[in-house]
C-alpha cells in the first residue's frame, strides 16, 4: 500500500511539473512573437532651427542688386509636429544698392532709353521735365550706393517634414501684422521670390511710365499757370 501511495502521489508531482513546463514554454514563446516597441525619435529642435535660419537668410538676401553688409535671423517661433516644421523668423539686414553708376538701375536704364528712343517726348518742357526726374531718381540711388540702409522685416517658413527642410525645401510667407502672403518658395536651396521683377521688366516699366509722369507733370504746371 505504501508503495501504491508513492507511485500515486509521484504521478501528482509529474502532473504538476509537465504542467509548469508547458507554462513556461507558452510564455517564452509568446514572447519571441511579440513585435518590440520602439520610441518614436524626437526630432532635434537646434537642428531644425539651423535649417530654417539658413533657409530665411537665403531667401532675404536674393534680392537682386542689393549688397548685404550684415544679415541675421532670430527664430521667434518654431512648432514641429507630424504635420510638418511651421516657424516665424525675424530678420535684420544691412545694405547697399550695387551698381556701377545710378544710371545702371533699371528702372532709371528704361526711362532714359525711353528718352533716347521714342521722340514722343520732344519739346523742350517735356525733355526738362525728364530729364529733372531722372536726375532726381539718380541722386536717390546714388546715396543708397554710398549709405547702409538696415531693414526689418518677418517670414513665416513651412516645410512638409524635417527630410525636405534637410533638402532645403520650403514654402516662404511674408509675415507681418497687415500681410500674410505667400511670398516664394525655396526649392533645393534655391529661392524663388515671387514679387522680385527681373531686370528687363523693371526697364520696361521705366521705359513706359516716363511719358505718363512727364505729362502729369506738364498738366499740373499749366493748371498752376
Known sequence: MRNVR???DGWKVTLVTVTILVLMLTCMFTLSIRKPTVAKAEVDKTEVEALVKKATLIFANSIPHDKFLS???SVVELNITDNGIEAIV???QTFVLDYNTPYDEPYLKGMMQKL???KSISSVEEVSIAEEYMK???AAIQDEMENPATVY???KL??????EAQKGNFTVYIWTNIDKTQNGVIKNWIPTDF???PDEEMAEKGYESLDTYVSAVEQAYTEAR
Open 6 to 8: 508513492f507511485l500515486k
Open 136 to 138: 532726381e531718381r539718380a
Open 116 to 118: 533716347k528712343e521714342d
Open 71 to 73: 544679415s541675421s535671423a
Open 195 to 197: 514679387y522680385s521683377s
Open 153 to 155: 522685416c518677418t517670414y
Open 158 to 163: 513651412l516645410a512638409s517634414n524635417l527630410e
Open 90 to 92: 525675424n530678420t535684420e
